[in-house]
């Protein structure tokens, strides 16, 4: 999958969990306050389902923004293929 196709589809996903219209493109965890622990919890868990992704205790900690999400995507897609 391109790399702007995995951006939208991510930034897609984490503005619905955190029910924002605009998600700035450097968000994270560190610099948004909806972006909390259940947050985190949510995204990771959708993340999973929609990118089939194996997160584990390894890559947990990958996933505090979209730039990280999106750069552990990739490295999940290049493993497997």
């Known amino acids: ?3 702007n196709k995995i951006n939208k589809k991510v930034e897609v996903l984490i503005s619905e969990v955190l029910n924002i ?3 700035p493109l450097d968000a994270s965890q560190e610099n ?5 622990s259940i947050a985190y919890l949510t995204i ?3 993340l999973e ?3 089939k ?4 205790q390894d890559n947990i ?5 979209v730039q990280g999400i999106v750069k552990e995507i990739e490295l999940c897609n290049q493993i497997k293929l």
Not at 53 to 56: A, D, G, R, V, W
């Open 1 to 3: 999958m391109q790399k």
């Open 21 to 23: 219209e605009n998600l």
């Open 32 to 36: 948004m306050e909806e972006w909390d």
């Open 44 to 46: 990771i868990a959708m």
């Open 49 to 51: 389902e929609k990118f």
């Open 53 to 56: 992704l194996k997160i584990n």
């Open 61 to 65: 900690n990958n996933f505090g923004s």
